[in-house]
T-cell receptor, first 113, second 114 residues
Framework: SQQGEEDPQALSIQEGENATMNCSYKTSINNLQWYRQNSGRGLVHLILIRSNEREKHSGRLRVTLDTSKKSSSLLITASRAADTASYFCAPAGLTGGGNKLTFGTGTQLKVEL | SAVISQKPSRDICQRGTSLTIQCQVDSQVTMMFWYRQQPGQSLTLIATANQGSEATYESGFVIDKFPISRPNLTFSTLTVSNMSPEDSSIYLC???????????FGPGTRLTVT
């Protein structure tokens, strides 16, 4: 399936450190989106990267995409306690018009003071 | 982005009953979707809600179990029919605005079936 698979499943870092999460997928994509979910709350859209892009930035976030390896990474720089959440990648395959997002089980990030 | 609200935010229902979940957006959107997030699992797309026509369901989901309506460009409902405890999940709607592929999610409806 197209489902994104995040790695690691859990990550614990100190405030101020950088956090890197990886995502792998299996088939060609139209785009790939990253989301954050705080405990018990809805998903917050972080960033979208298209299949013809290699890197995007948004504030403290940096996303890379390597379509040859079918992988993406999310880097959060200078992490804060408020970044504690689950992070999901959601690749959108070529079928479904780029709209069908398939989520993995996420990376649980804990940022400690 | 868009402001998305869902009603109810949570509910506890008895098996065999049905629940209708509403999704309201503060602006017209091009597409609306319904997802399910079962406990401890990832999100799964149930269907695409099409305005004025039948929803497009993903494999494993059928209209008799999850009837969906979308009467206009800002509103959609998902009904979970003949519920069983296995339907206990968070149900989320998402929207796509304009020409961007970005999807924005509502806060979700937490459903518990006893």
């Amino acid at each position: 399936s197209q489902q994104g698979e995040e790695d690691p499943q859990a990550l614990s870092i100190q405030e101020g450190e950088n956090a890197t999460m990886n995502c792998s997928y299996k088939t060609s994509i139209n785009n790939l989106q990253w989301y954050r979910q705080n405990s018990g709350r809805g998903l917050v859209h972080l960033i979208l990267i298209r299949s013809n892009e290699r890197e995007k930035h948004s504030g403290r976030l940096r996303v890379t995409l390597d379509t040859s390896k079918k992988s993406s990474s999310l880097l959060i720089t200078a992490s804060r306690a408020a970044d504690t959440a689950s992070y999901f990648c959601a690749p959108a395959g070529l079928t479904g018009g780029g709209n069908k997002l398939t989520f993995g089980t996420g990376t649980q990030l804990k940022v400690e003071l | 982005s868009a402001v998305i609200s869902q009603k109810p935010s949570r509910d506890i229902c008895q098996r065999g009953t049905s629940l209708t979940i509403q999704c309201q957006v503060d602006s017209q959107v091009t597409m609306m979707f319904w997802y399910r997030q079962q406990p401890g699992q990832s999100l799964t797309l149930i269907a695409t809600a099409n305005q004025g026509s039948e929803a497009t369901y993903e494999s494993g989901f059928v209209i008799d179990k999850f009837p969906i309506s979308r009467p206009n460009l800002t509103f959609s409902t998902l009904t979970v029919s003949n519920m069983s405890p296995e339907d206990s999940s968070i149900y989320l709607c998402s929207v796509r605005t304009g020409t961007s592929y970005e999807q924005y999610f509502g806060p979700g409806t937490r459903l518990t079936v006893t």
